[in-house]
C-alpha cells in the first residue's frame, strides 16, 4: 500500500466504477449527491492507498461508521422487493 495522500493528489485520480459502469474521479467518490462517500468508496479504493485512514481522519469515527457500516442488500433482493411492492400498489389500486 502507498503513503496517505493528500486530498488533491487523489481527486482526479480515475478508477471504473462498479455501479455506474465508467470511469470515475475518487473526488466523485468521496462526496456524492448527499454530501457523503459512496458505500463502496472503501473496497473500491483499498488497492490504491488507506482510504479507510483517509475516510476515517476526515469524517471522524461517528461519520465513518454511519456511512460504511451499513448493510447493503444484493441487486436481486431490491429488484424482488421492488416488484412485490409494484404488484401490491396494483392489487390496492383495483
Known amino acids: 500500500m502507498t503513503d496517505m495522500p493528500t486530498t488533491t493528489s487523489y481527486e482526479e485520480k480515475e478508477i471504473r466504477c462498479p455501479r455506474l459502469g465508467g470511469e470515475v474521479t475518487f473526488g466523485y467518490c468521496s462526496r456524492e449527491a448527499s454530501g457523503n462517500p459512496c458505500y463502496r468508496a472503501l473496497f473500491c479504493w483499498s488497492p490504491y492507498f488507506q482510504v479507510e485512514v483517509f475516510f476515517k481522519e476526515k469524517l471522524g469515527e461517528e461519520a465513518f461508521h454511519e456511512c460504511f457500516d451499513k448493510t447493503v442488500q444484493p441487486k436481486l433482493v431490491t429488484l424482488v422487493d421492488l416488484i412485490e411492492k409494484a ?8
Open 87 to 94: 404488484r401490491n400498489t396494483t392489487k390496492e389500486e383495483r
